[in-house]
């Protein structure tokens, strides 16, 4: 079993930052891609960004400039710093990760999510 657990949610300004964790667990080989999406109430899940082993980072139009995401392969985690909030980043922000669970599987796996709230 692999579990992705996110952390650093919370409620905060506009114009506040904030920092989110996702820290995967359980027995795998290694992981690929990484990335976080968010969903607001009545909206599908959106990419904010995703970050791959080795290469290029990509972000959502809306995020550019003002998140960055990052990893740390040794701890298996990825971070999302978000600067500049506003109200309409305002949603339940989910990290994935493509584990590869043997030398011939991959799997996609999500994090429970965690909420974000930004005050006007």
């Known amino acids: 079993q692999v579990q992705l657990v996110e952390s650093g949610g919370g409620l905060v300004q506009a114009g506040g930052s904030l920092r989110l964790s996702c820290a995967a667990s359980g027995s795998f080989v290694s992981i690929n891609e990484m990335g976080w999406y968010r969903q607001a109430p009545g909206k599908q899940r959106d990419l904010v960004a995703t970050?791959?082993?080795?290469?290029?980072?990509n972000y959502a139009d809306s995020v550019k400039g003002r998140f960055t995401i990052s990893r740390d392969n040794a701890k298996n985690t990825v971070y999302l710093q978000m600067n500049s909030l506003r109200p309409e980043d305002t949603a339940v922000y989910y990290c994935?990760?493509?584990?590869?669970?043997?030398?011939?599987?991959?799997?996609?796996?999500w994090g429970q999510g965690t909420q974000v709230t930004v005050s006007s």
């Open positions: 994935k990760a493509d584990v590869r669970r043997t030398w011939y599987q991959t799997v996609e796996t």
């Open positions: 970050i791959p082993t080795g290469g290029r980072t």
